[in-house]
């Protein structure tokens, strides 16, 4: 009876076996291990304050696929670490008046513990962070490799700024003209001398391997393929006039309509839009424009709501086919970063130019006459845009607009005026950071001999950690002279280090190779990236699809060229899950609405608070059964108290049958099973089979759960035998194992096992239990569950309906009342619908 009344105590349950599984390295992935190796990974997190939701229901699911894993016989490699150089970081620091070294490894220690008490079956002896010098040091080799390749290079450009952030930005980093991380903050326009990554050099090698990653979500290979974006079409070079051998150099997609082109567009940041004005009366109002354009929201170039504007710069071109002269304008609708910055424009044909010369006057030419023909530059509306057949150009006119496409582009490249070409959208990756905590890159500057790269015997460049960051957060590196100031390596005189540091995407593109050697003094890496990478499944945020994971991709195929790995793709399978919502009060409309956790909208729940109040079993429980990995899953107060009675109902269960459960012998065959026994041994097989499918095939943790709800609520009836019921507790328990490690094992141990449920096999279901010529339907009274009834499986809808009216359980729920009607679903339940 004491035993029965033994209360669920989920913190000191927990604790136990947390420590029993680090006690006996329980997680620990093994080199020289005979079995299959399976890598799960999840994005890392930046230790900028404590975990949220977010992150609990991110390496809840990691921690699911690789227990399921470990006990279907993988040798597991499931390693965490800190993704903790960067603004994140920085940020949450200066915001609170403390280093951002000390707030980075202090955040590290608290989420390390909240992360081992949830029981993530992480190799903690793995455990990296990149703001170790031990990290970074391979990063910078890796640097000075690319630059030795010539795929890492220095160029002055203009680029996109964030005031809030204090640096620069790469393209991926701007979302809809605002930094990714100051959402409300337009980017700003900054020119200097920044680091690259020639990431244009993979730009067909990352488009077609995505052909190859069929274990990633259609939406992410998309969003990659629009972000990288091939476009076939051909270079062409308009000839300057007044200005012998010099050229306007535009792609275009359109090579058809060059015959119509009647004015040019170039960006305001294209260095012959002042160059062209110098020193004419179109000076001053060149200047100005530019200077007003390049303040204004770079995204906005381009879109359709733009009011197009522009300025003649007094320079022509002239058509290299057509030989008409050609105005050169600077507009505010032309993007400097994708193509060369300048595009011929052809009003007939492309909607924006239409646009602009109706409001300056300048030239219609229709080049492509649609099928029905009869277009005309005064009876158009709106440019034509679709194909025809080219019109009014040369030798090319009455030729369908595909085949011109080719013809135009094969003459230029005969009169060396262009030619075929392919580009892509995907620009090179600007990786220099005006800020303090991140990588420092490894080069000197001399007055004598520019860039030198530092020596490799001098890496790691260490960044100090002593220094106090200055007003408004700006890095001290600039003005540290025990930094800055060195020798140069190649002549011995005063040399300048470079006091930028490394986007923080940098040391999060190859973490995941770095995880199979962490502890690795002598090179980068070493045979066992062969062993381990790629990743299997790699689990993380949807936002990070031209981010990161293109970032990643890249760095990967670089060092495979650079000979440290032998694979070219970072990750096989992806996993990208939606994020965690609570409800806000708009203050404003007075609505309720479910949007993300935020600290600052006050809607957040505390991981540990729920951990204090539940459990970790109970949380992780919550956050796998109430939405699929891949959508928005809603908190609710309601659903993880849930969770908790759910684990109390099994503990209890157990408990009181214990005695009973403890004196027998599992059941192991069907053989001579029958009513009762029978239809809980094959409930228990069923689980199996269908929970196996769900986590292995689907990730469909939240079906699979539900699955052993089906199976808790046949064992809450009694009537089956001894061995019959162990079988099926053990059954649930093992099921239930990689959701709710804690409680599992420590009922593990209560009946009678030695070993752990880490280690112990995922069952297989008997073909022979999961057929039947009977099945047991539930019988629901207006909507709530009354009873269960047995019948054939060949039996008609009528006589499953007359044996669910007939079932004594069910009747005293009709005495009284009448049958409106009878809903059957084949196969699952009955509903009888009375008044």
Known sequence: MERERERYEPASIEAKWQQTWERERAFHAREDSPRPKFYCLEMFPYPSGRIHMGHVRNYAIGDVIARTKRMRGFEVLHPIGWDAFGLPAENAAISRGVHPARWTRDNIDTMRAQLKRLGFSYDWEREIATCDASYYRWEQQVFLELLERGLAYRKRAILNSCTACGTVLANEQVVNGMCWRHTDLPVTPLERDVWFLKTTAYAEALLAGLDGLTEWPDAVRTMQREWIGKSHGARVKFPHVGRAGEFVEVFTTRPDTLYGVTFMSLAAEHPLARELSAGTEQEAPVREFVERILREDKHLRGAEVT??????????????????????????????????????????????????????????????????????????????????TMFASAEFTGTPSEDGKRGVAAKLASLGRGGPEITYRLRDWGISRQRYWGTPIPVIHCTACGIVPVPAKDLPVVLPED?????????????????????????????????????????????????????????ILDERAAKWAPVDQYIGGIEHACLHLIYARFFTRALHDLGHVSLDEPFAGLLTQGMVLNKHLDKTTGEERWIKMSKSLGNVVDPDEMIRGVGADA?????????????????????????????????????????????????????????????????????????????????????????????????????????????????????????????????????????????????????????????????????????????????????????????????????GKSVVKVVVVPGRLVNVVVR
């Open 467 to 523: 220094l106090d960051l200055l007003e408004n957060g700006r890095s001290p590196l600039p003005a540290s002279e025990r930094f800055y100031a060195v020798s140069c390596p190649r002549c011995g005189g005063a040399a300048r280090r470079d006091t930028d540091t490394m986007d923080t995407f940098v040391e999060s593109s190859w973490y995941q190779l770095r995880f199979t050697s962490p502890r690795l003094e002598t090179a």
């Open 307 to 388: 009011t197009k504007e522009g300025v003649f710069t007094g320079g022509y071109c002239e058509n290299p086919l057509a030989g008409e002269r050609v105005p050169i304008y600077v507009t505010n609708f032309v993007v400097y970063e994708y193509g060369t910055g300048a595009v011929m424009a052809v009003p007939a044909h492309d909607q924006r130019d239409f646009d602009f010369a109706r409001v300056y006057g300048l030239p219609v030419q229709v080049v492509i006459q649609p099928p029905e023909g009869g277009l005309t530059s005064a009876s158009l509306e709106a440019a034509y845009e679709g194909p025809g």
């Open 619 to 815: 949380v992780r429980m919550f956050m796998l059964f109430t939405a699929p990995p891949e959508n928005d899953l809603k908190w609710s107060d309601e659903g993880i108290r849930g969770a908790s009675r759910f684990l109390t109902r099994i503990w209890r269960g157990l408990l009181v049958e214990l005695d009973m459960l403890t004196s027998a012998a599992a059941a192991t065959s069907i053989e001579g099973l029958e009513g009762a026994d029978l239809e809980l041994y094959r409930k228990a097989h069923w689980a199996i089979e269908r929970v196996t499918h769900d986590i292995d095939a689907r990730y469909q943790f939240n079906t699979a759960i539900a699955a052993l709800h089906e199976l808790a609520n046949v064992l809450d009836e009694p009537g089956a035998a001894p061995a019959v019921r162990r079988f099926a507790y053990e059954t649930l328990l093992v099921l239930l194992h990689p959701f709710a490690p804690h409680v599992t094992e420590e009922l593990w141990e209560r009946l009678g096992h030695a070993d752990h449920l880490v280690f112990h096999p995922w069952p297989s279901a008997d073909p022979a239990a999961l057929t039947s010529d009977e099945v047991q339907l539930v019988v629901q009274v207006n909507g709530k569950l009354r009873g269960r009834v047995t019948v054939a499986t060949s039996a008609t809808e009528d006589e499953v309906r007359a044996a669910a009216l007939a079932d004594a359980k069910v009747q005293p729920f009709l005495e």
